[in-house]
């Protein structure tokens, strides 16, 4: 009898006896090692294979897309794009692709692409009608049961139409599901692309969408300070910046054709375009 193996059926046992024989180690070193993986918990083995995001239908997603390089979709946007019924994009000119389409073309090919004009630089009035033809564009289908995604560059709660739309929706339909997928946002590829800090202990990330923000917010040593849609000119957010002794990455066109990334000083003093993102990291080195 071997007392290692004193509690395992006859067949086990002449199993354990032939790994013992074909491996060299004993029957109670196979025992030891065999017990020991039941007990020490095995690590989770790493996802792989598609990624499925599960959305019942009908329902309204929002879907970032990121700033522009269709590596930084994620895999669960991507995910949502391929499985929804349509995926609607805004665009000022029916006749064009917009950036969120093209993304969405590039990482989701087969996607049934629905282009609603939207007026976003039109007054309050204008802005409000343009919502409420998304909103019917978006409620029409999933009153026929789909899964409607709506694409926008970046991420869906930041500087878009995306919660207004949310809410334009959830007050006509209850009880249809809405909810989002994040996406990575312009300032995120901004300072990785420059290797920079965005956030740390103690301290805010600040997020501005014009000159009178900046100047406010930088005053906050310890702070990041994001500014979007740069329309001010180069002239005008250099001089904010020297007066609080403050250095900036601009990153232009981020993941798009023509993109550049350079320090706020090499900027010119003429119009930021609007595609540009200044990032201030934390003056203060700790
Ligand atoms: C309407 S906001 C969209 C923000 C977006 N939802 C996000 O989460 O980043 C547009 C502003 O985002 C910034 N932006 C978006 N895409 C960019 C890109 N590819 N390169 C540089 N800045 C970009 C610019 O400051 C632009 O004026």
Redesign the pocket.
């Known amino acids: 009898v071997h007392k290692s193996s004193i509690y395992l059926p006859r067949e086990l046992k002449s199993e354990l006896t032939a790994l013992a024989a074909r491996t060299g180690r004993s029957e109670a070193d196979l025992i030891r090692t065999a017990i020991e993986r039941l007990i020490v918990a095995e690590p989770a083995p790493a996802p792989s294979g598609p990624v499925i995001v599960h959305h019942p239908r009908p329902a309204l997603v929002g879907v ?1 897309v990121g ?2 390089d269709p590596g930084l979709v994620t895999a669960r946007a991507r995910a949502v794009l391929l499985a929804a019924d349509r995926v609607v994009v805004m665009s000022t000119d029916p006749r064009s692709v917009g950036r969120a389409e093209m993304v969405v073309r590039a990482v989701a090919a087969t996607a049934h692409v629905q282009r609603v004009p939207f007026a976003i630089a039109a007054d309050d009035a204008g802005r409000h009608r343009s919502l409420a033809d998304l909103a019917d564009a978006v409620m029409a289908p999933t009153d026929a049961g789909e899964l409607v995604a709506v694409a ?5 709660a ?3 139409i995306f919660p207004e739309l949310a809410a334009e929706v959830a007050a006509a339909r209850p009880s249809l599901p809405i909810t989002a997928e994040p ?1 990575i ?3 995120q590829a ?1 300072a990785a692309a420059a290797a920079t800090t965005l956030g740390r202990a103690g301290a805010a990330v600040v997020v501005v969408d014009d000159a009178a923000g900046l100047a406010e917010h930088l005053a906050g040593d310890d702070d990041a300070v994001v500014l ?3 329309s001010t000119d180069g002239a005008t957010v250099k001089a904010i910046a020297h007066r609080h002794h403050r250095a900036a990455v601009v ?6 054709p023509g ?1 550049r990334l350079t320090g706020l000083d090499e900027v010119d003093d003429g119009p930021i375009s ?4 200044v990032v201030f990291p934390p003056a203060v080195v700790r």
């Open positions: 970032g700033p522009g926008v560059i970046g991420d869906p930041q500087w878009t996406g946002t312009s300032y901004a979007y849609k740069s990153a232009e066109l981020s993941g798009l993109q609007y595609l540009a993102t």
